[in-house]
Nanobody
Framework: QVQLVESGGGLVQAGDSLRLSCAASGLTFNYYSVGWFHQAPGKEREFVAAINWSGGATRYADSVKGRFTINRESAKNTVYLQMDRLKPEDTAVYYC?????????????????WGQGTQVTVSS
């Protein structure tokens, strides 16, 4: 049974940092592209960042470029999202997802497995 578990969310002030973790069981991230998405109340789920199966390629939403970094630790089968210089508009539930593909994908429909989400709240 595949399970993705996010952790690391919380309540922070604007300008602070958080690191989200996505730990997998039942699959090996080495064979998957992994993405982070966020969803604010009343809005659709949006792409934030993705990393390919080898960790050699990444992609970011324009809104987070230069502030967020996605990386993976194969030994722990975990993918991280380092979020720096957080803004109130980053407030959302953050989800990680896995897609069995060697290319980077950004559409939620292309991801087969999802975590339960972790809340990030940034106060001004």
């Amino acid at each position: 049974q595949v399970q993705l578990v996010e952790s690391g969310g919380g309540l922070v002030q604007a300008g602070d940092s958080l690191r989200l973790s996505c730990a997998a069981s039942g699959l090996t991230f080495n064979y998957y592209s992994v993405g982070w998405f966020h969803q604010a109340p009343g809005k659709e789920r949006e792409f934030v960042a993705a990393i390919n199966w080898s960790g050699g390629a990444t992609r970011y939403a324009d809104s987070v470029k230069g502030r967020f970094t996605i990386n993976r630790e194969s030994a722990k089968n975990t993918v991280y999202l380092q979020m720096d210089r957080l803004k109130p508009e980053d407030t959302a539930v953050y989800y990680c997802a896995a897609a069995r593909t060697t290319v980077l994908v950004t559409a939620p429909a292309q991801y087969a497995y999802w975590g339960q989400g972790t809340q990030v709240t940034v106060s001004s």
